[in-house]
């Protein structure tokens, strides 16, 4: 079954190449671009079910010699942490090209193009999951940055060069101080083997051998690219920026996607790799979990700005998937993992609801909008449970993540686990409110006020101020994030299955085991 | 007499490897040909001769030197010939591989006529700026032709510079390759004053930069009793001489190496050269006198200072973190194009002089040296290539703000220059990123870690610049008045795919070159 995994590689870019010669005509380019993301999401249905969790630690690998030199493979493959998040990918982009199906690009510009870009890079983040080789990990980390960059500065709002900028910046130079300590692992590799490898389980094997000290190193060196990809505080003043200009298609990606890997790589890097380090380190890594939690559910609170406030949403939540990937136990590792799984699905639904939002005020400011329910009440609903599901309401998927998160995190680190349960409490103060100022009580702002003041304006065609509730496509666009929401709120264990194996080996891998009450509680 | 003649009989001559010294040789030998055509042809007939005969040339010393490595009885660590003068050895044939086809690009670029009409040169460059006869010369399409023996004069040189074996031969071949850059860079037909300032600075400081070589050459003669790099290698393992004349000769030499290789903080010329000199004698300089300096430097410091490199080391470890800020942090401020590709020479001299000082364990530093070299070499063609190409009436346009929305009006050009710049910024799938892999591997196994981690912060710098060129071309609104892009003939067309392929396949599949570079070592 390794063809399907090669397949999901080369699907989107042979889509790419067929759209980009499309930009003639948009209407087909986008439903082309539909098509291969379906195809994709076919794919990882299919790859799903070729996984084992009871499997060996990384499957379907397959692989060819790319620089034999250096001992580089082009060598991928996947463990449930890695499949789990290609599957989301492959879920999200298809709603992503269908959320954006009427959206207008700056002048000038084709959808030929932009979906393009997409298809590139959900195929350089699909690769970047897969891959099992450290220098092609590093590669392809990097050139993942390269369609983002065109993605925000070439479709983006107003500060678009500035933000794109950043984003490359920032991105760039936490690879290139990983590529250092790549090449650490990799020197010590060839001294200890003879020839030079960046085969993962090898290097695996060599570097968690090494003094605490060589540990460190190199920890901090793939830790920084993570911190700043993730992004946990401090690193994280590009998300903001980055998701607030780009178009709300491309935030769905960097919020939804793309920081993924900064949490995947803790998992499949970090703490296999350098298990000594991880250990000594986490103390310091947990105060940047719990300082993001607390951090960006207070700047959340006081955005004016809905994409912002999403960043600031995203931080805190990728303090709490920090958090448990650095508790060490077996509950918060799965809590994590899942969190990641759960926080691209309910944070891209509230992004994409968002989204429509905009498309109907025409503004991402949040005083602009009041009273929304009054005019588009199924638009308000959509709102009200993708805000829900972000705050973990119990029977959503979110809540099981975080409270997997925080009971599993408890025994091993309970003040830490304390206050991160305030980001909870906060997560409901910034949701509600932004609810209660957009959707409820009297309408405010132009659109909506105009929309209601002219005769028959609710759901009026004709109109260009109309708002109207939410049409056919995007109710299909939104239908089946509601089914997963709350599918995997109250039935997780497919999900939890596929990645508690791979947790667990994680674990092995650095050499802790779980306190005494969290296996009995099992 | 009869004396004379039997003194004379006692000096033997020495043993010459013609089959191994056959491409110095070619290109020396058509370049004094070339100089003869220059003075017998007809005028008309000057420039298609001229240039047949360089192609022609580089076709044959390529060739020679193709036939020289394949043939069997090549000794492989190298052979030293005319009397230990010149070694030809792994690193020089690669180097000279390597600086036979980048001529050849920056010869296409140099011949070209469609950019420019006539081609960027001059036809009288002593007429004084600003004159009538200037104005008058201005309306003419004239072509300088004497351009083809220059760059081959130059060419011969930097062959015999990477392959010296003593200190003098070096110096001779330093000069044979400087006079006529110096003369090159003062021939561009638009913005004359600036190009005399060019040839005139670069002039003034190259003439210094070789008083402080033949200084340091004359002071390690006093300490050697000999200009061979083996026989200073010798003299500096035994201890009972004055380590003060060993260590003023070795910084006055690499003084004016470096400057060669306009590393910080000797690169002072370097942005006003690049900037004043026609377009592509400044992709010329970029990439061949960068290999030759470097190939130089090389031989320099593995043969003749290689068992006294813990004394030296710290110094050049500062000199490459100078380069680096220096080349990364005054990029960010230029608004020339061609000045802000200069400043990111002297960052990628920085990184290149990290390779070169990585010279343990195993010299991995070398051949990680030569294939950023070659890497280097080919994506800076190219650069140079497309800057020529974006102009407006009075040349080219090279103020940034000039670039603005660039690929609205040429995707092409900007696509590639596009990947020309992330190749500069050592972004993964081009020839850039893996030559920055090689030097910083070696350098980390060479126990340079902290070099390394500061050369990626300055790459992480330099990135930006590049950057914004591709948000000028890419995400501004083009200007009014902005530049147009000439379609380029076929040349210049050569010369900017043949860059931006070879920039693209030494990033999907460097082994080949990785593994030329790596199968021998300087012959001692």
Redesign the interface.
């Known amino acids: 079954m390794t063809w399907v995994l090669i397949a999901l590689l080369v699907v989107p870019l042979a889509g790419a190449l067929v759209v980009a010669f499309l930009r003639k005509n948009d209407r087909t380019a986008k439903l082309a671009a539909l098509a291969f993301s379906l195809v994709e999401l076919v794919l990882a249905v299919l790859l799903w079910t070729a996984y084992d969790p009871d499997g060996d630690r990384i499957q379907l690998a397959t692989g060819v010699d790319w ?4 001992g580089v493979r082009l060598s991928f493959g996947i463990d449930g942490i890695a499949l789990v998040m290609i599957a989301v990918i492959a879920l999200l982009i298809p709603l992503v090209i269908g959320a954006g199906w009427t959206e207008k690009l700056p002048a ?1 510009r084709s959808q030929g193009g932009y979906l393009a870009l997409i298809l590139v890079q959900e195929a350089v983040t699909v690769a970047v999951f897969a891959a099992t080789d450290v220098f092609l990990f ?3 980390f ?2 993942m940055l ?1 369609p983002m ?2 993605l925000i ?2 479709y983006g709002g107003a500060r ?2 500035y933000a ?2 950043k984003f ?2 920032y991105s ?2 936490g690879g ?2 990983m ?2 300590s790549a ?2 692992a ?2 010590m590799a ?1 001294d200890e083997l003879g020839k030079g490898t960046f085969d993962w389980a090898t290097l695996v094997k060599v570097v968690s051998d090494a003094d605490s000290t060589t540990q460190t190193w190199l920890f901090l060196g793939f830790f920084l690219a993570f911190a700043i990809k993730a992004p946990l505080v401090p690193f994280h003043t590009w998300l903001p920026d980055a998701a607030a200009e780009a178009p709300i298609g491309v935030t769905v990606i960097v919020v939804g996607i793309l920081d993924k890997v900064g949490t995947f790589g803790m998992l499949r890097y970090l703490l296999p790799m350098f298990p000594e380090a991880s250990k000594n380190l986490a103390p310091y890594v947990l105060v940047l979990a719990v300082a993001g939690v607390l951090y960006g559910s207070l700047l959340a609170t006081g955005q004016r700005d809905m994409k912002r406030f999403l960043a600031y949403v995203s931080i805190a939540h990728f303090g709490f998937i920090a958090l448990g990937i650095f508790a060490f136990t077996s509950q918060a590792g799965v809590g994590s993992v899942s969190y990641m799984l759960n926080h691209s699905i309910s944070t891209g639904m509230l992004i994409l609801v968002i989204g429509m939002v905009i498309a109907r005020g025409g503004s991402s400011l949040i005083s602009d909008y009041g009273g929304m329910s009054k005019v588009a009440p199924l638009l308000a609903g959509m709102l009200l449970l993708s805000g829900l599901t972000t705050l973990s309401l119990p029977g959503t998927n979110s809540f099981v993540s975080e409270f997997l998160v925080l009971i599993g995190s408890f025994p091993t680190q309970p003040v830490y686990t304390i206050l991160a349960t305030i980001g909870m409490v906060l997560a409901a103060l910034y949701v509600l409110w932004l609810y209660q100022r957009m959707m409820t009580g009297p309408l405010r702002g132009d659109a909506l006020v105009g929309a209601a003041a002219g005769p028959g304006a609710v759901g009026d065609p004709e109109t260009k101020t109309t708002i109207g509730d939410l049409n056919k496509r995007e109710i299909a666009v939104l239908a089946p994030l509601v089914v997963i929401v709350l599918a995997l709120g109250f039935y997780p264990q497919p999900v939890l299955d596929v990645i508690t194996p791979t947790v667990g080996a994680t674990l092995t891998e650095v050499g802790v085991t779980d306190p005494v009450s969290v296996q009995e509680g099992k | 007499m009869n004396l004379l003649v039997a003194q004379a009989q006692q000096i033997e001559a020495p043993e010459i490897h013609y089959g191994a010294i056959a491409p110095v040789l070619i290109v020396l030998g058509a370049a004094c040909v070339s100089v003869l055509l220059e003075a017998l042809l007809p005028k008309h007939q000057r420039w298609a001769v001229q240039l047949l005969l360089s192609l022609l040339t580089l076709l044959g010393a390529t060739a020679a030197l193709v036939l020289y490595v394949t043939a069997d009885d090549v000794p492989a660590q190298g052979v030293a010939t005319l009397a230990g003068m010149l070694a030809v050895d792994t690193p020089a044939l690669f180097l000279w591989g390597t600086l036979l086809v980048l001529a050849f690009g920056s010869i296409l670029l140099i011949a070209d006529r469609s950019v420019e009409p006539g081609g960027v040169f001059v036809a009288q460059a002593a007429i004084r700026p600003g004159t009538v006869q200037d104005r008058a010369q201005a309306t003419k399409t004239g072509m300088q032709t004497e351009v083809f023996p220059l760059t081959l004069f130059a060419l011969g040189g930097m062959m015999t510079f990477v392959a010296s074996n003593d200190l003098l031969t070096m110096f001779i071949a330093l000069e044979v390759l400087s006079l006529p850059l110096y003369l090159l860079c003062g021939l561009a037909r638009r913005r004359r004053l600036l190009s005399q300032e060019a040839a005139v600075k670069y002039f003034l400081l190259g003439a210094f930069a070789s008083a402080f070589f033949l200084y340091g050459v004359a002071l390690l003669y006093g300490y050697a009793g000999s200009v061979k790099l083996s026989a200073i290698a010798t003299a500096a393992a035994g201890t009972d001489r004055s380590d003060t004349l060993l260590f003023a000769g070795f910084g006055l030499l690499v003084v004016g190496l470096l400057f060669k290789a306009s590393v910080g903080p000797f690169h002072t010329w370097t942005p006003d050269v690049y900037q004043g000199a026609p377009t592509p004698v400044t992709a010329f300089m970029a990439a061949c006198t960068k290999v030759a300096a470097f190939g130089g430097i090389l031989r320099v410091l593995t043969v003749a200072f290689e068992n006294t490199q813990w004394e030296w080391r710290g110094v050049l470890y500062g000199v490459a973190v100078v380069s680096m800020v220096i080349g990364a942090v005054l990029g960010l401020t230029q608004t020339d194009v061609k000045r802000m590709i200069a400043y990111s020479s002297v960052a990628h001299a920085g990184f290149l002089l990290i390779g070169s000082i990585a010279l343990v364990p195993d010299g991995e530093g070398v051949s990680a040296t030569m294939f950023y070299l070659l890497a280097y070499g080919f994506t800076t063609i190219a650069t140079f290539g497309i800057v020529s190409l974006v102009r407006n009436s009075d040349g080219e346009a090279t103020h940034l703000s000039q670039w603005a929305g660039l690929a609205k009006r040429s995707p092409i050009v900007a696509a590639t220059f596009t990947f020309l710049l992330l190749a500069l910024a050592g972004i993964p799938l081009t020839s850039g990123f893996i030559g920055k892999f090689v030097v910083f591997s070696a350098a980390i196994e060479a126990g340079l870690t902290p070099l390394v981690v500061i050369a990626l912060v300055a790459s992480a710098v330099a990135a930006f610049f590049y950057l914004r060129v591709i948000v000028l071309m890419y995400f501004s609104e083009p200007a009014a008045d902005g530049p147009t892009v000439t379609v380029p003939g076929a040349f210049t067309t050569i010369a900017i795919t043949l860059g931006a392929v070879v920039t693209l396949v030494l990033g999907l599949w460097p082994t080949l070159v990785l593994e030329w570079a790596g199968t021998g070592t300087f012959l001692s």
């Open positions: 620089i034999p030199a250096f000038g590093y590669v392809l990097e050139v390269i960059y065109f500065g070439g678009r060069q794109a900028v490359f910046l760039f130079l290139l101080i590529l250092a090449i650490g990799y020197a060839s």
